[in-house]
């Protein structure tokens, strides 16, 4: 497992967004739920290669703004069509409101099935 980064404030994202990071090369969309809790996931639609941080949140869900295609913040799961494939996930912690990402993917699909 790679070492935590320190990537924003909890405070620089709002409630049911999402900000763009990129840590060592891969585009991670931060997103922040409606009950304030964050996640990280990819930010490449995998039907589209179109960034989910600028789409719409809801719940636990992202959308993809440009085909609709949502996506589980809790695992990465595309939930409906056209897009089928899973986003990788991360581990994140939040530490003196700060947020701290792990780089590592927690799935990695194609090995494990998920």
Not at 31 to 47: L, N, P, Q, Y
Not at 97 to 111: A, F, S
């Amino acid at each position: 497992m790679s070492d935590k980064v320190q990537v924003c404030a909890a405070d620089d994202i709002q409630l049911t967004s999402a900000i763009r990071v990129v840590i060592e090369g891969q585009p991670i969309a931060l997103v922040k739920d409606s009950e304030g809790r964050i996640f990280a996931i990819g930010d490449t639609c995998t039907h589209g290669e179109v960034s989910l941080s600028e789409g719409f949140v809801e719940d636990d869900t992202i959308e993809c703004w440009a085909h609709g295609s949502r996506f589980s913040l809790n695992n990465g799961k595309a939930l409906n069509l056209p897009a089928y494939e899973p986003v990788p996930v991360f581990r994140l912690e939040l530490r003196d409101g700060q947020v701290y990402l792990d780089p590592t993917p927690l799935y990695d699909y194609e090995t494990e099935g998920v």
